[in-house]
C-alpha cells in the first residue's frame, strides 16, 4: 500500500516505534471493516502557526492531496517579521483549503495567559493587535477566535462582543452572541499527541445527535508516529463518509 511504503520511507525520527505503529495500523483495518458512526462534519482545528517551515510544508502537501479543509491559528507576533514565503501562504490559502483564526497575539501561556485572569480591556487589545497586524500584511479581517491553550474567562467573551467582526469562537462561552463551536471531541491523547485508537473510540461513544465535531491539533509537535495516526484517522473519516467543512459552513451569523 503506498501510503504504508510513504511512512516506511520517511522514518526518520528517533521516536518512532514501529511496532506500535504497525499495531495501530491493524486496528485501523479491522475498525475500516466494521465503520459503523454517522456522517459527521470535521472542522480541523490547528493552533500554533507562526511561519512557512518544512513542518507546514509537509502538512500543507498532505492537506492539499486529501482535499482537506484545515482551520489554522495564526499567533500574531510571528507577523511583526514575517518571511515573504509565510506571507503568501496565507494569502493565496485562505479560504481554499484553509481558513485562518486569531490565535492571540504573544501566546502567552503556562503562568499566565493572555485570556484568563487579564481585564476586559487587555484581552479586546491582544484580540485587536492580531486582527490589526493579519489585516496589514495580508489584506485578510479574521473572522474566528480560539484562544492560546482555550484558556479563557467571562472577559474574553465581553472582549469578543466589542470585536464585530469575529463571528465564530472556537471553544467559548455558551452566550456568546456569535457562533460558539463547542469542544466535542479529542484526536490527541495529550497534547500533540494525535492517537487513532483512543480517537476512534471516543467516536463510537458519541451521542448521535452531534453533527459537527471540532478536531483538534498541534502539528508543530508531531514526530513521526503522531503524523501517522493522524494520517489513519484523516483515511478512516473519508472511508465513514464524513465532511470536512470550514467554521463558516455551519451557518450565517450576521
Known amino acids: 500500500m503506498k501510503f504504508i511504503q510513504n511512512i516506511i520511507d520517511n522514518i526518520r525520527g528517533k521516536n518512532f516505534n514501529i511496532f506500535r505503529c504497525l499495531f495501530t495500523y491493524m486496528h485501523y483495518l479491522n475498525n ?13 482545528k490547528f493552533d500554533d502557526l507562526a511561519n512557512y517551515d518544512k513542518k507546514v510544508r509537509k502538512l500543507d502537501n498532505f492537506i492539499k492531496e486529501e482535499n482537506l479543509k484545515v482551520c489554522w491559528g495564526i499567533i500574531g507576533k510571528y507577523l511583526e517579521n514575517p518571511s515573504q514565503e509565510y506571507i503568501e501562504f496565507i494569502k493565496k490559502n485562505n479560504n481554499k483549503n484553509y481558513q485562518f483564526f486569531n490565535h492571540g497575539y ?21 484580540i485587536r493587535k492580531t486582527q490589526n497586524i493579519v489585516f496589514k500584511k495580508t489584506g485578510i479581517i479574521l473572522n474566528i477566535f480560539g484562544a492560546p491553550c ?22 467559548g462561552i455558551e452566550d456568546f452572541n456569535g457562533c460558539n463551536i463547542k469542544r466535542v471531541i479529542d484526536m490527541e491523547l ?18 448521535s445527535d452531534k453533527k459537527i465535531l471540532v ?24 472511508q465513514a463518509g464524513c465532511k470536512f467543512i470550514f467554521p463558516n459552513d455551519i451557518r450565517r451569523v450576521e
Open 106 to 126: 504573544y501566546h502567552l501561556s503556562n503562568s499566565e495567559y493572555e485570556f484568563f485572569d487579564k481585564s476586559e480591556d487587555e484581552q479586546e487589545t491582544y
Open 215 to 238: 478536531i483538534q491539533g498541534h502539528p508543530y509537535m508531531w514526530n513521526y508516529e503522531q503524523w501517522f495516526n493522524f494520517k489513519l484517522i484523516v483515511l478512516y473519516l473519508k
Open 32 to 44: 475500516i471493516r466494521h465503520i459503523n458512526i454517522p456522517k459527521f462534519e470535521i472542522i480541523f
Open 190 to 207: 495529550g497534547v500533540g499527541n494525535p492517537n487513532f485508537r483512543y480517537f476512534t473510540e471516543q467516536l463510537l461513544l458519541l451521542n
Open 150 to 171: 482555550n484558556h479563557i474567562d467571562e472577559h474574553t467573551k465581553l472582549a469578543l462582543e466589542k470585536i464585530p467582526e469575529i463571528k465564530y469562537w472556537f471553544y
